[in-house]
């Protein structure tokens, strides 16, 4: 059974920057290398929506809103799969959910981002 486990949230300020972390379980290195792996985030009263997404080829995808500030990267060694995010927004406060597609969707439980002064 695969599980994706998110860490890195937390408070803080406009302009700041925060980490994310998504480490896999319950998969290969060799399998975990070929998912599609991605970030997506939801506001309160708002849609989820596409963060960043990183394929196994290294391509990525960006939300438009963050493009720019936020960069996806992955370390296929360590199964897991990173967010970097840069001169943060009040806007960007959400939870922010992983992502990994192979064959079935599998979703993190969430961890919960804080942009304010």
């Known amino acids: 059974q695969v599980q994706l486990v998110e860490s890195g949230g937390g408070l803080v300020q406009p302009g700041g920057s925060l980490r994310l972390s998504c480490a896999a379980s319950?998969?290969?290195?060799?399998?975990?290398?070929?998912?599609?792996m991605g970030w997506y985030r939801q506001a309160p009263g708002k849609q989820r929506e596409l963060v960043a997404e990183?394929?196994?080829?290294?391509?990525?995808t960006y939300g438009h809103s963050v493009q720019g500030r936020f960069t996806i990267s992955r370390d296929n060694a360590k199964n897991t799969v990173y967010l970097q995010m840069n001169s943060l927004k009040p806007e960007d406060t959400a939870s922010y959910y992983c992502?990994?597609?192979?064959?079935?969707?599998?979703w993190g439980q969430g961890t919960q981002v804080t942009v304010s002064s």
């Open positions: 992502h990994g597609t192979f064959t079935k969707d599998y």
């Open positions: 319950g998969v290969s290195g060799t399998i975990f290398s070929i998912f599609v």
């Open positions: 990183i394929t196994r080829a290294g391509t990525t």
